[in-house]
């Protein structure tokens, strides 16, 4: 947990970052955070006119110009994957971060009754979907001198817990997915790729997790951002194949 960090104005000063569900809670933070600096952040996300909020705010601070890419991990296909692969090399020429952070929580139910039809829509947004645009990616990640993939895990991600179903179930493969890329790049040297939960924060998913909590004892996006920039950003050179949380323990 790197709650403390204190990241230099210039950290991602030059960088190309990807964030996924950039229009909305910890994504909409980090894409900001990640903007203010100094990184050039591509918007995406399934929600046109959020993702063009976040780029307005962008814009209107004098930020490096964004870019918007609008998908939807549902019905996303693999030339999808391509297609945004190919335009991101037309524009910029490779990938120098990219934060998996779209997240869908499905249903906080006994698995007897978990209906599989969502089931298959948590893992195909949680993971496959992230899965094959990570692989579509992969050579514009190569082009880079120092690049930083980071997932979203969560603590159902490490600790199974009963009535999390398919998102916990989601989270614990996109460790494995996490440490199998980490290890089969390390030998290159510049890509490094780590897994990060946010712990407890105050989001939409979070209030649709946790109908009774107050919102106020919980963290906000903006509040756990060091961590994310820590990660994203050069400081966290050599850490590969790795955990990590972005707030202490509640
Ligand atoms: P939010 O629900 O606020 O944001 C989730 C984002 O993912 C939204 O921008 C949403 O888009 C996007 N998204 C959802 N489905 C799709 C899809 N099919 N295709 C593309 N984008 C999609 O949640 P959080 O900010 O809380 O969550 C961010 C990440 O952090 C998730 O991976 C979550 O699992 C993880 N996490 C969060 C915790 C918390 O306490 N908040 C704790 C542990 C982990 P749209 O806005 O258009 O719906």
């Not at 139910?109 to 978990?114: C, D, R």
């Amino acid at each position: 947990c790197k709650i403390d960090y204190q990241a230099p104005a210039d950290l991602l000063k030059e960088r190309i970052v990807l964030v996924t569900g950039a229009g909305d809670g910890i994504g909409r933070a980090a894409s900001l955070a990640f903007a203010r600096h100094g990184a050039t952040v591509i918007l995406l996300g399934r929600t046109l006119s959020k993702l063009e909020k976040v780029y307005d705010e962008i814009e209107a601070a004098g930020l490096p110009q964004p870019a918007i890419f609008p998908l939807n991990f549902e019905g996303a296909t693999l030339k999808d994957y391509h297609d945004m692969a190919e335009t991101l090399d037309k524009e910029f020429g490779r990938l120098d971060g990219v934060l998996h952070n779209a997240g869908l929580l499905g249903n906080i139910t006994p698995f007897v009754q978990y209906d599989p039809a969502l089931w298959e829509q948590v893992m195909q947004v949680n993971l496959n979907g992230p899965i094959w645009m990570t692989q579509a990616l992969m050579p514009l990640l190569e082009a880079s001198k120092d690049a930083s993939v980071v997932f979203t895990s969560s603590g159902v991600g490490r600790k199974g817990r009963a009535y999390w179903g398919a998102y916990s179930v989601s989270k614990f493969a996109t460790e494995g997915f996490m440490e199998v890329l980490a290890d089969e790049v390390e030998h290159r040297g510049n890509i490094r790729v780590n897994s990060l939960n946010p712990g407890a924060t105050r989001t939409r998913m979070r209030a649709s997790a946790y109908p009774g909590e107050d919102p106020e004892t919980l963290l906000t996006p903006e509040a756990i951002m060091p961590t994310y920039l820590w990660l994203m950003g050069p400081d966290s050179r050599g850490h590969n194949g790795e955990r990590f949380d972005a707030q202490p323990p509640r």
